[in-house]
């Protein structure tokens, strides 16, 4: 385990046990409330889990490497941000599917793209934004967003 990792569980307990002195009851509630809520979505859970394995058997780590890790930065960190544009699919799933690509070998500037523009644009869901803030509204927050998450995906490659 990593220094983080114990940081955040010392912070996590230390959290907890001021939770349960200051209001016993409260806290109790809190964790049967959340429980159910970890109930109801353990099916989504595995669903992920599912997912991210088919993906990573019908493209295997050699492919994700050669077209996402080794391949023009530029290009792909393009091909990435459209295909996030395009996907519609809830960030709890992105999250560990772009970490499965990592792991697999994808260079960290095309997954940014793919993961900042999956948040911030929706090509799935212009026609409704269209509808209820008009035209000029959504092509200009969507053609932004996209140029953002671009410039936010080459400088997250220069950090990491």
């Not at 803030?133 to 092509?139: E, Q, R, S, Y």
């Amino acid at each position: 385990m990593d220094i983080f990792t114990i940081v955040l569980w010392v912070i996590t307990i230390i959290g907890f046990i001021v939770s349960v002195i200051k209001n016993k009851k409260k806290t109790f509630n809190s964790i049967k409330m959340s429980s159910g809520l970890m109930k109801n979505m353990i099916g989504e859970i595995i669903g992920i889990l599912f997912l991210i394995g088919l993906i990573l058997t019908f493209i295997p780590p050699d492919k994700i490497k050669q077209y996402l890790g080794g391949a023009n930065i530029l290009i792909s960190t393009v091909i990435s941000a459209l295909a996030g544009s395009i996907t519609l699919i809830p960030a709890f799933v992105a999250f560990p599917l772009v970490g499965s690509l990592v792991n697999a070998g994808a260079n960290i500037v095309p997954i940014v793209a793919f993961l900042t523009t999956l948040t911030m644009v929706g090509f799935v869901t212009f026609p409704l934004e269209k509808k209820e803030f008009g035209i000029k509204f959504a092509l200009t927050r969507n053609l932004l967003s996209f140029g953002f998450a671009i410039i936010i995906a080459l400088l997250m490659g220069g950090i990491i």
